[in-house]
């Protein structure tokens, strides 16, 4: 059991950002608490005191503005699986979301804490990369926008400072007619930490890809886009030969990020089949992942 | 150390302790309320078996510091045969032989309580997802399935007796 | 069939309703006020001698109660269900998680705190990790009774002439690897004295047993150690091992106040016992019809650094390495050997599974080969009335497993789609 020497659960943000302001670093923000939980249990995170963020429903909401979605940092998996603006506007992310953990982790899980805990394997956040989604932090300094991508700097570390505290992420609604996908690779259906994940959009213009993107998770120390592999889909017409091009391309960014790692053998050729899977899926006439 | 006055309902019953807010709430529940019903199985939400309701859904009580449930409502396995009557679920899993060695019945049944609330006739897959969370090494699942599924014409036949 | 009034009716499990409702108390839910928190140091090299054990700074933990160590035990410092080789504390350490001592403290943290400060030096001792290895003679010895326990041989005809007149020879090297039991519940139990009788509650498979080997190591009588088994969250086999019972037995005893332990997660998989990894060496013989005339079979199995029920798991392998199959030479032999690997024993099927593996797998070989399906394969081999096994017992009542095969494959043509192809 941690030994916590301080233990504060505001009821306001503001309170909240004031706390960690005055406490030098030595308090750590707790959102759902699904990883720092267990890890302060085993001893692996040492914290003197916590911040407990559950009381700020004002940062637990999803919504819409022009042609944006705001997700509140404490939105929780399940209701981000479950919403029907994230269904219609980016599947991809409900998908992302419904793949993590069990559906007790899901009810208790954040988005903001899948970002924060920066593991390689956070199934939401190849999702948001590959929305180029943007976190927005909050201290009592101010605020700051930054792509969440760009907050990520490697396995669990991010470039949070230790007054601030992610309050909410936003992303640009694909344009009409996109196409989104998101595939996890686990080594059971449920309560597996994904080996591999990945997440597209496509945006079609007379049958021809006008736009691209294409992020993979559990690769690199944090997930990211690949910009080879969306130029790869530019231009092109989707189509049988269209898929296996893709994957063959996949195949060789896996094997050039992975050089000689003994995950590399099943990785390279793993994301094959993911990506035929994915792409398959995206290509086919239904209704499913269309925005 | 810290000290922290939690506030929270547990099986209906209004509860207010002075806690170490390291605990998590699954300490709480079984080292000070004494409801053992709710069980440790892993500690770090691998297996469900300390599973219980928090505000009409399902959580692993292993996996949240009990100051988190401040203010909220935790329904545990004790609390559904309040009256000493078996609940549909329970019964259901007694009829069908859903319970072995019992250690991951009590969760199993609240994971079962929580999606027949938000889905009153399930499919397999649903049953199957909405128990996908919790580990069984007796029985192989189908008979849980199974069980989850007759609860449902269960609670079906009682409906607006049954508490859920 | 006739209707009868127990036979074919399902049976309401009379543990069911305390089940379902919660009320069940596992040995982890049984609460004695006062009880003392038992936690246990565990070796974290795999192969050592316990030279010296310094519990000075670890008693001064505010809390801590006592300590024990190997020179506390009061009766044979040994247990085991097929041969007394385990140390409840000990003074070599043969695994990862062999427990040196054992800390007694009002409350967990300061157990947890109490086991950081115990000093142990330990003169480190080459690890063997590979049975084969294990099997020179030249290696260390991890018992001073050598490395090999025992070996079990099944013979039967003439192998070295079927093998020189059989038409097809598949040879295969099969291993399988260690597998946890992971029942849901881990570990627990507490204990107390009644007067001058010991009880001890725990999870178990094996309250007999357990209390054999309780009195043993404590040197008390039989008839003053009393084990009762709490309701039990999945065994598998892993649970009819000692795991924390002598723990509880020797602090209830030397302190005379109750006791409590629970093992977490960690600590479950760590400490106690597996299913036997395989290593095996398969010849079938069988003419070009796909009748099988012999096989020869080399079984080494991995028991790690205690027996556990490793002799009789490898038993059991020999004798079922045929399979359902009627062979009419044989020749098999099973070792049992001593590793620095945690510790095999019960399992589920006892050695069987893993050399069904091989055995069936073999088949699917030999059905290739002389191209034939693998259920048509098993249907020119499988036991029928009147077949003599690897062991010469003669199945001259009813043999069910035809039928089985027939069914099972009937049940898969419904369930696989794309099955039948085979069905020649």
Redesign the interface.
């Known amino acids: ?7 504060y ?1 505001p009821q306001s943000l503001t309170a909240a950002l004031e706390l960690l302001a005055k406490s030098n670093g030595k308090l750590i923000p ?1 959102a ?3 990883d720092i ?2 890890a ?3 001893g692996e995170l040492k914290a003197n ?2 911040v ?1 963020l ?2 700020l429903s004002e940062i637990r909401r999803i919504s819409m503005d022009d042609s944006e979605i705001k997700i509140g940092s404490l939105t929780t998996f ?1 209701q981000i699986e479950t919403s029907p603006l994230i269904q219609a506007k980016a599947s991809l992310l409900a998908d992302a979301a419904a793949a993590v ?5 899901r ?2 899980g954040t988005i903001g804490g899948n970002i924060a805990n920066a593991s390689p394997a956070a199934d939401t956040v190849t999702a948001l990369v590959t929305l180029d989604a943007q976190a927005r932090l909050d201290s009592i300094k101010g605020s700051r926008r930054v792509l969440v991508s760009e907050l990520l700097c490697g396995v669990g570390k991010t470039n949070i400072h230790p007054q601030e505290i992610i309050t909410e992420i936003t992303f640009k609604i694909p344009s009409t007619g996109s196409k989104t996908g998101f595939i996890k690779l686990g080594r059971r ?3 597996a930490i994904a080996r591999m994940n990945l997440a597209i959009i496509v945006t079609l213009d007379n049958g021809k890809i006008s736009f691209a993107r294409v992020g993979l998770g559990a690769v690199g120390p944090n997930p990211r886009r690949y910009p080879v592999l969306e130029n790869s889909l530019v231009g092109q017409s989707p189509s049988e030969s269209l898929i296996d091009e893709f994957a063959i391309e996949a195949e060789r960014e896996v094997t050039r990020v992975l050089g000689s790692r003994p995950s590399a053998i099943y990785k390279c050729e793993a994301v094959k089949g993911i990506a035929r899977d994915l792409l398959k899926k995206m290509f086919s006439d239904s209704g499913q992942g269309v925005v | 150390m810290a000290q922290f006055h939690l506030e929270m309902k547990v099986n209906g019953k209004a509860i207010a302790l002075d806690i170490d807010p390291g605990l998590r709430l699954l300490d709480v529940l079984r080292d000070i309320l004494h409801l053992t019903g709710t069980k440790e199985g892993c500690g770090e939400g691998e297996c469900g078996a300390c599973s219980v309701i928090l505000d009409d859904e399902l959580v692993d009580s292993c996996l949240i510091l009990a100051p988190q449930a401040y203010g909220r409502e935790v329904i545990t396995i004790e609390g559904l045969a309040l009256n000493g009557e078996l609940d549909p679920y329970q019964q259901a899993f007694l009829e069908v032989g859903a319970v072995q060695c019992g250690y991951c019945t009590p969760g199993m049944i609240l994971a079962a309580r929580v999606l027949l609330n938000h889905k009153p006739k399930p499919s397999q897959q649903e049953i199957a997802r909405a128990i996908s969370g919790n580990l069984c090494r007796c029985t192989g699942y189908a008979k849980i399935v199974q069980g989850v599924e007759i609860a449902a014409s269960i609670k079906e036949t009682k409906e607006g007796v049954s508490r859920a | 069939m006739p209707e009868y009034s127990i036979i074919g009716k399902s049976v309401q499990r009379v543990d069911g309703p305390r089940k379902v409702s919660g009320q069940a108390q596992y040995a982890a839910d049984l609460n004695i006020p006062g009880a003392l928190c038992l936690k246990v140091l565990r070796s974290k090299v795999a192969h050592a001698l316990v030279k010296e054990i310094n519990v000075s700074e670890a008693l001064k933990v505010p809390g801590v109660v006592q300590i024990f160590t190997h020179a506390d035990i009061p009766g044979i410092n040994s247990y085991g269900i097929i041969i007394k080789d385990q140390p409840a504390l000990t003074n070599k350490v043969r695994f990862k998680g062999d427990a040196i001592a054992l800390v007694a403290a009002q409350d967990e943290a300061s157990a947890i705190i109490a086991l950081s400060l115990i000093e142990v030096t330990l003169e480190e001792l080459p690890p063997i990790y590979d049975v084969k290895a294990a099997m020179r003679e030249d290696a260390p010895a991890i018992h001073d009774r050598g490395n090999s326990i025992s070996a079990y041989r099944v013979k039967k005809g003439n192998v070295e002439s079927a093998l020189k007149q059989a038409e097809v020879i598949i040879t295969g090297s099969y291993t399988t690897q260690r597998i946890e039991h992971c029942y849901i519940e881990t570990e627990a139990g507490v204990a107390y004295m009644d007067n001058d009788l010991l009880v001890i509650k725990a999870g178990t498979q094996n309250p007999h047993y357990d209390r054999r080997d309780v009195a043993r190591v404590l040197g008390l009588p039989m008839n003053k150690v009393r084990i009762i088994q709490t309701t039990t969250g999945g065994g598998f086999g892993g649970k009819l091992d000692i795991s924390v019972q002598c723990f509880l037995g020797l602090a209830a005893l030397k302190l005379g106040r109750p006791v409590k332990i629970a093992y977490d997660r960690h600590e479950s998989f760590i400490s106690t016992g597996k299913r036997h990894p395989f290593y095996i060496d398969y010849t079938t013989a069988a003419d070009k019809e796909g009748k099988l005339s012999a096989v020869k079979v080399r079984i080494v199995g991995d028991t790690g650094a205690y027996a556990s029920y490793g002799p009789a798991t490898l038993l059991r392998a020999a004798v079922h390495a045929t399979g359902p199959y009627e062979v009419p030479n044989v020749d098999i032999e099973a070792s049992c050997v001593y590793t620095n690997n945690p510790f095999s024993g019960a399992m589920r099927g006892f050695g069987t599974p893993q050399m069904a593996f091989a055995c069936e797998s073999q088949m699917d070989l030999v059905a290739q080969a002389v191209n034939i399906s693998p259920v048509e394969m098993r249907r020119r081999n499988i036991f029928q009335k009147g077949a003599v096994t690897a062991t010469q017992q003669k199945l001259d009542a009813s043999i069910g497993i035809g039928k089985t095969l027939e069914a099972a494959w009937e049940k898969a043509l419904q369930v696989m789609p794309g099955l039948g192809d085979e069905n020649i």
């Open positions: 059991m941690p030994d916590l020497s301080e233990y659960q707790l759902g608490g699904t939980v267990p302060m249990g085993k005191g916590l407990d559950s009381k399940a953990g069990s559906p007790q982790i009810t208790t259906k449920a309560l």
